[in-house]
């Protein structure tokens, strides 16, 4: 049975980008501990003579050729008329990409 500790626990918050209480952290512990194990056991399947499948449903990407639509082009200060919040003519969105370092 593997069992995680506290500062595992943590560091998978982190990377989560969660914020954990003590209380939260005492809960998960066990919760990911069992997750962990669930998961393991996975590596008593015997996969000796099964080919590795990267796309069981058959599906295919299907292409186009791209078509502009001359009546359809915003102009950039008409796709931007909607939000006060541009920085030298572009969106400006928050940060998704962090460094932790």
Same mark, same amino acid.
């Given at each position: 049975?593997?069992?995680?500790?506290?500062?595992?626990?943590?560091?998978?918050?982190?990377?989560?980008?969660?914020?954990?209480?003590?209380?939260?952290?005492?809960?998960?512990?066990?919760?990911?501990?069992?997750?962990?194990?669930?998961?393991?056991?996975?590596? @008593? #399947? *015997?996969? $000796? /003579?099964?080919?590795?499948?990267?796309?069981?449903?058959?599906? =295919?990407?299907?292409? &186009?050729?791209? @078509? #502009? *639509?001359? $009546? /359809?082009?915003?102009?950039?200060?008409?796709?931007?008329?909607? =939000?006060?919040?541009? &920085?030298?003519?572009?969106?400006?969105?928050?940060?998704?990409?962090?460094?932790?370092?």
């Amino acid at each position: 049975m593997a069992t995680l500790n506290k500062k595992q626990v943590l560091h998978i918050a982190d990377i989560s980008n969660l914020k954990l209480t003590d209380e939260e952290i005492d809960k998960f512990t066990p919760q990911l501990s069992k997750i962990v194990d669930f998961i393991s056991t996975l590596n @008593e #399947v *015997d996969t $000796t /003579n099964t080919e590795p499948a990267y796309q069981i449903v058959g599906l =295919t990407n299907v292409f &186009h050729e791209d @078509e #502009v *639509d001359a $009546t /359809n082009i915003f102009s950039q200060d008409k796709a931007l008329s909607g =939000t006060d919040n541009t &920085h030298n003519g572009l969106f400006k969105v928050r940060a998704i990409l962090v460094n932790r370092n």
